[in-house]
């Protein structure tokens, strides 16, 4: 089993930052990758960034040049760096680590955190 926790979530101001943090515990063998997704109300839940056991990283368009996803191997913790925020990256925002288990894929979530861009 894994187990994630993010933090670092808040009210920040238009054109501010945040850095949110997941931390991972648990397994980490056959992970694949790890990412942040967001849900804001009424809408689905989408990827904004992931980054790969490689170090791969993947954005959506949206927040390309703005956010930044980094990885600390040790500390077992995926961090999203992001700045420039606007009121549209307003949402819930959750952590996922994909792994694969003697050959059955198997995605773990983390429980969100809230960001809210307002003035």
């Known amino acids: 089993q894994v187990q994630l926790v993010e933090s670092g979530g808040g009210l920040v101001q238009p054109g501010g930052s945040l850095r949110l943090s997941c931390a991972a515990s648990?397994?980490?063998?056959?992970?694949?990758?790890m990412g942040w997704y967001r849900q804001a109300p009424g809408k689905q839940r989408e990827l904004v960034a992931s980054?790969?056991?490689?170090?791969?990283?993947n954005y959506v368009d949206s927040v390309k040049g703005r956010f930044t996803i980094s990885r600390d191997n040790a500390k077992n913790t995926v961090y999203l760096q992001m700045n420039s925020l606007k009121p549209e990256d307003t949402a819930v925002y959750y952590c996922?680590?994909?792994?694969?288990?003697?050959?059955?894929?198997?995605?773990?979530w983390g429980q969100g955190t809230q960001v809210t861009v307002s003035s």
């Open positions: 996922k680590l994909d792994r694969v288990w003697f050959g059955d894929e198997q995605g773990y």
């Open positions: 648990g397994s980490m063998f056959g992970m694949i990758a």
């Open positions: 980054i790969t056991r490689g170090g791969t990283t």
